[in-house]
């Protein structure tokens, strides 16, 4: 199909694109393997188009103050190849290269992604795994998110009209931590039915510290908080494993469609978030 009649506009700077943003009726264009779909589908009709891709500085991953910051317009496969991530924060290059395909990974954006919120997506469960934050700019003005404020619900965020994302920051690994992203992924589509990224970390033979983001399950992605809490403090062993895992569906309304109904879903993140627990404390 054909989209809707728009305006195409392509600034050069980050003020100019926050100007042209300001008023809240354009969208910003990052990879557009996501938005171009919706306005092909006319499910989506901006009058304007305002093209991130021109600007200069939005495209980084870099270290710094023991955080890695990564700017929005990064491709999948940057992050997915990016020496630093692989080294020091392992479990974002990792779920990156379960996104999509090539063709995918090398024009969708972390930024693009995030402003999406698909609840199938996979870097939500690994963010919230790792307790990023988010940096927002608009025109005069700036603030930080922590990644759990900012998904809200289906394909909805926190972004304010106007406003948009600037970076991802990530922590640098301490030592001892284990990580590992587990999905089943949609046989059609390759999204995420069921994503677990779990994060642990031991101290003293205990588990330390659990975080387990899970995306795919419900309307929006969400950290397994009680499991996490059923885990820390155990020995890890396969039993406290289980009993965690058995927490990460507790309170959640787990989405159904034609491919895997709520009960089938929710069978799928218990198992993976076995598989995950276990082969993060593996890497620990
Ligand atoms: C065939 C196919 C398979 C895919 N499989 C997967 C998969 O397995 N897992 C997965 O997670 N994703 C998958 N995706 C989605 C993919 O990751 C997209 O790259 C991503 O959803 C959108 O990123 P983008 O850079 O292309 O953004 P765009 O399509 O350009 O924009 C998406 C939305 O975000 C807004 N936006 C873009 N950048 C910003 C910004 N910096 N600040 C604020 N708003 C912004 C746009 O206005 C738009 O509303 C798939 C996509 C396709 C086409």
Do not use: W
Not at 139 to 145: F, N, S, Y
Not at 201 to 223: E, N, Q, W
């Amino acid at each position: 199909m054909i989209p809707q009649n728009f305006t195409y506009q392509a600034p050069k700077t980050l003020e100019e694109a926050l100007a042209l943003l300001a008023d809240g009726t354009a969208k910003p264009l990052a990879g557009g393997m996501s938005l171009i779909p919706l306005m092909k589908l006319r499910l989506a009709a901006p009058e304007r188009i305002v093209d991130l891709g021109r600007i200069p500085g939005l495209n980084y991953i870099r270290e710094e103050d023991g955080k890695i910051r990564i700017g929005a317009m990064t491709t999948h496969y940057e992050i997915e190849t990016s020496p630093l991530l692989r080294a020091r924060c392992p479990l974002l290059a990792t779920t990156a290269a379960h996104i999509g395909d090539m063709q995918v990974r090398n024009v969708g954006t972390i930024g693009g992604s995030l402003a999406h919120a698909d609840p199938a997506a996979d870097y939500p469960a690994a963010l919230l795994a790792l307790e990023a934050e988010v940096r927002l700019v608009r025109a005069g003005g700036e603030r930080t998110l922590p990644i759990r404020d900012f998904f809200v619900d289906v394909f909805t965020t926190a972004l304010e009209p106007g406003e948009i994302v600037r970076e991802v920051v990530v922590p640098v690994e301490a030592p001892g931590t284990g990580t590992s992203y587990q999905k089943v992924a949609h046989p059609a589509s390759g999204f995420a039915v069921v994503g677990i990224a779990a994060r642990v970390r031991r101290g003293d033979g205990k588990i330390a510290l659990a975080r387990l983001g899970v995306t795919g399950l419900a309307s929006k992605p969400f950290r397994a908080d009680a499991a996490e809490k059923r885990l820390e403090g155990t020995d890890g062993a396969e039993t406290d494993l289980r009993a965690a895992a058995a927490a990460v569906t507790e309170g959640v309304e787990a989405n159904s469609d034609l491919y895997a109904s709520a009960e089938y879903r929710a069978h799928l993140a218990r198992v993976y978030a076995v598989r995950g627990l276990r082969s993060a404390l593996q890497a620990a």
